[in-house]
């Protein structure tokens, strides 16, 4: 069998989770992989068991072996990395953010259009069975009207002042933190299932720690805990621990979201509750193999995930049978299964509808984002346009 050829970019926290997805389909292959130089490029791809290690992601490009991309980059280098393998003719999947303006993205969903080349964005989430079962029942008016959508996305690696990583640092990360970094896929997660749109948002943020120490070394994502006290240095802190949000959603609906990267105990816990006109769900990351039913006139349920009980489309990402849980790497194989599927099939070449989160999702992503950071900044309400408009 003929596989699709890929690169990752960038091999911190993130980009090995991807290879590790990526292995568990069986039409792809991972050839290569870059990363900041070609002595840590090379230590990962040993370390990874990947063929060829390229200290310059552009010489990546030139081989005219690879298909697609995965850019694992830290946010602010998204961009360019993504304009350079558009240009170099190669399938791109990216992490969120997509860019770190709406200007930026916007530029990225017509240059991917301009080129016929597929373009996903890393809200893996999405891909959990009984999220996808919500979007179903929501799709078939089993929960009727939605009246609220209320949630949350906490974590606790950020929780104390030691905590450090390039995410806190706004020329690295973007200017916002913890909306951009998690509340981006709580925002992707309600709008995918819902169908709603958020209208207009009223922000409240928060810093806790107006300084944190900052390693002398540079760390990957959540390695923080094993440092000494003489391994930092202190430094002013300008993005977000905290951030809550009240919504309005088109079709009368009304919302909430807490985001917090300072929550004791609340590992990588995302969390939403929709509450219909005939009844309402609720579902949590931390147990995400159940969902909560709740009824007025009849008992409230659990219901397990199990293929066998789940509706329609959901059933297309489980592969074990009930009681054998999936969790945060299938969400991953999951999406980079639609992702290769949609290449595989040429489908890009028509123009077919993804199936899974593209370009534009992640421009909305900024674009909801981007207002929620000025309605903090203004302490207002800010409108958030329904449809953003983009040329191709
Ligand atoms: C760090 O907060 C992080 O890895 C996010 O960047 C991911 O998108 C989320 O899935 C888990 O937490």
């Given at each position: 069998?003929?596989?699709?050829?890929?690169?990752?970019?960038g091999t911190g926290?993130?980009?090995?989770?991807?290879?590790?997805?990526?292995?568990?389909?069986?039409?792809?292959?991972?050839?290569?992989?870059a990363d900041v130089d070609k002595k840590v490029a090379?230590?990962?791809?040993?370390?990874?068991?990947?063929?060829?290690?390229?200290g310059d992601y552009?010489?990546?490009?030139?081989?005219?072996?690879?298909?697609?991309?995965?850019?694992?980059t830290?946010?602010?280098l998204?961009?360019?990395?993504?304009?350079?393998?558009?240009?170099?003719?190669?399938?791109?999947?990216?992490?969120?953010?997509?860019?770190?303006?709406?200007?930026?993205?916007?530029?990225?969903?017509?240059?991917?259009?301009?080129?016929?080349?597929?373009?996903?964005?890393?809200?893996?989430?999405?891909?959990?069975?009984?999220?996808?079962?919500?979007?179903?029942?929501?799709?078939?008016?089993?929960?009727?009207?939605?009246?609220?959508?209320?949630?949350?996305?906490?974590?606790?690696?950020?929780?104390?002042?030691?905590?450090?990583?390039?995410?806190?640092?706004?020329?690295?990360?973007?200017?916002?933190?913890?909306?951009?970094?998690?509340?981006?896929?709580?925002?992707?997660?309600?709008?995918?299932?819902?169908?709603?749109?958020?209208?207009?948002?009223?922000?409240?943020?928060?810093?806790?720690?107006?300084?944190?120490?900052?390693?002398?070394?540079a760390?990957?994502?959540?390695?923080?805990?094993?440092?000494?006290?003489?391994?930092?240095?202190?430094?002013?802190?300008?993005?977000?621990?905290?951030?809550?949000?009240?919504?309005?959603?088109?079709?009368?609906?009304?919302?909430?979201?807490?985001?917090?990267?300072?929550?004791?105990?609340?590992?990588?816990?995302?969390?939403?509750?929709?509450?219909?006109?005939?009844?309402?769900?609720?579902?949590?990351?931390?147990?995400?193999?159940?969902?909560?039913?709740?009824?007025?006139?009849?008992?409230?349920?659990?219901?397990?995930?199990?293929?066998?009980?789940?509706?329609?489309?959901?059933?297309?990402?489980?592969?074990?049978?009930?009681?054998?849980?999936?969790?945060?790497?299938?969400?991953?194989?999951?999406?980079?299964?639609?992702?290769?599927?949609?290449?595989?099939?040429?489908?890009?070449?028509?123009?077919?509808?993804?199936?899974?989160?593209?370009?534009?999702?992640?421009?909305?992503?900024?674009?909801?984002?981007?207002?929620?950071?000025?309605?903090?900044?203004?302490?207002?309400?800010?409108?958030?346009?329904?449809?953003?408009?983009?040329?191709?």
């Open positions: 069998m003929e596989k699709i050829q890929i690169g990752v970019i926290f993130i980009g090995p989770a991807h290879i590790e997805a990526l292995r568990r389909i069986p039409f792809v292959e991972v050839k290569a992989l090379a230590a990962k791809a040993a370390e990874l068991g990947v063929d060829e290690a390229y552009r010489d990546l490009l030139n081989s005219k072996e690879i298909d697609a991309v995965h850019i694992c830290p946010n602010f998204h961009f360019s990395i993504v304009k350079d393998a558009l240009l170099a003719g190669k399938h791109v999947l990216c992490e969120k953010p997509l860019a770190t303006s709406v200007k930026e993205a916007k530029e990225l969903v017509s240059l991917a259009a301009e080129k016929k080349l597929a373009n996903a964005v890393g809200f893996n989430l999405r891909f959990y069975p009984l999220v996808q079962q919500v979007k179903a029942m929501i799709d078939s008016g089993e929960l009727g009207e939605i009246f609220a959508v209320n949630g949350s996305y906490q974590q606790d690696w950020l929780f104390y002042q030691t905590d450090y990583n390039w995410r806190i640092n706004s020329s690295m990360g973007g200017e916002s933190r913890a909306m951009a970094d998690i509340g981006s896929h709580w925002v992707d997660m309600i709008e995918f299932i819902t169908g709603l749109k958020i209208e207009s948002v009223c922000a409240d943020f928060a810093t806790f720690h107006k300084t944190r120490k900052k390693p002398l070394k760390i990957e994502t959540y390695s923080g805990k094993l440092l000494k006290p003489e391994d930092y240095e202190e430094i002013p802190i300008d993005t977000e621990d905290y951030a809550s949000i009240l919504i309005d959603f088109n079709k009368g609906a009304h919302g909430s979201v807490t985001v917090n990267q300072t929550a004791a105990g609340r590992k990588n816990r995302i969390y939403f509750e929709i509450y219909g006109s005939k009844k309402s769900v609720e579902w949590c990351g931390e147990r995400p193999n159940e969902l909560w039913i709740g009824n007025r006139d009849s008992t409230n349920n659990i219901m397990l995930k199990d293929p066998s009980l789940v509706l329609g489309n959901a059933r297309n990402y489980i592969n074990y049978p009930g009681g054998h849980n999936e969790g945060f790497p299938d969400t991953s194989k999951q999406l980079y299964k639609e992702f290769y599927n949609y290449i595989r099939n040429k489908e890009f070449i028509n123009g077919g509808i993804p199936k899974y989160p593209a370009f534009v999702d992640g421009l909305r992503e900024m674009t909801i984002v981007g207002k929620i950071v000025e309605s903090a900044k203004q302490r207002k309400w800010i409108e958030v346009e329904a449809n953003e408009k983009v040329t191709f």
